[in-house]
């Protein structure tokens, strides 16, 4: 089944301690992204890869990084999370950047 | 920037009825593509319908179509025959090109009456 892999669903941490959300895809898709979901603000877009080590901020990219080392795989990394970073995140894969497909989200509180 | 505006934070519509979701967009661009998903309880993003900016036709996908107004950065999701199972959260998204950033709206919340 083609699909977006997020692991894991739901995470509790603590402040400053760094964490990694997986992102994997099975599209062999050149596109990929990281959204976050805040009540009120919509989506909002942390940072994207439109191929293998290409990878460029979005519009909140503070706090987050993230690599493109193999196609299928994305993972956004919080080396020091803080509690404005609690949130709903999202992983998105696009065959030509025209049309995403999402994974299932990741809720992430940091307390 | 690229900015998209949903003035309708909440909605409500009766079984079987009509309901028309807004959505105003701003860009200079002439290539782009709008789209519109669904974020039911289960908070997957679910794709409902797409427009090219360059295709004057409106998009339809069985109960779901748009009127896209490009002059007036206008596109708007109308669902006929309204079902308990379009309540959800619906946002509207604008594309760029083929640059792969999805700029979306705040959100409008549908409520379906029984």
């Known amino acids: 089944e083609a699909q977006v892999t997020q692991n894991p669903r739901y995470l509790i941490t603590v402040t400053g301690k760094k964490l990694t959300v997986t992102c994997s895809q099975n599209?062999?898709?050149?596109?990929m992204s990281w959204y976050r979901q805040d009540p009120g603000l919509g989506l909002r877009q942390i940072y994207y890869?439109?191929?293998?080590?290409?990878?460029d901020k979005g519009d909140v990219p503070e706090g987050y990084k993230v690599s493109r080392k193999e196609k299928r795989n994305f993972p956004l990394i919080l080396e020091s999370p803080s509690p404005n970073q609690t949130s709903l995140y999202f992983c998105?894969?696009?065959?030509?950047?025209?049309?995403?497909?999402f994974g299932s989200g990741t809720r992430l509180t940091v307390v | 920037a690229q900015t998209v505006t949903q003035s309708q934070p909440e909605m409500s519509v009766q079984e079987a009825e009509t309901v028309t979701l807004s959505c105003t967009y701003d860009?200079?661009?002439?290539?782009?593509?709008l789209f519109w998903y669904k974020q039911p309880p289960s908070r997957q993003m679910i794709l409902v319908i797409r427009?090219?900016?360059?295709?004057?036709q409106n998009a339809t996908e069985n109960r779901f179509s748009v009127n896209f107004q490009k002059a007036a950065k206008s596109f708007s999701l109308k669902i006929s025959d309204s079902q308990l199972g379009d309540a959800a959260m619906y946002f509207c998204?604008?594309?760029?090109?083929?640059?792969?950033?999805?700029?979306f709206g705040k959100g409008t919340k549908l409520s379906v009456k029984p």
């Open positions: 860009t200079s661009e002439s290539d782009y593509y």
């Open positions: 427009q090219e900016a360059y295709k004057q």
């Open positions: 599209m062999n898709h050149e596109y």
């Open positions: 998105a894969s696009s065959l030509n950047g025209y049309g995403y497909t």
């Open positions: 890869s439109m191929n293998v080590e290409v990878t």
């Open positions: 998204a604008y594309l760029r090109g083929s640059q792969g950033n999805l700029i």
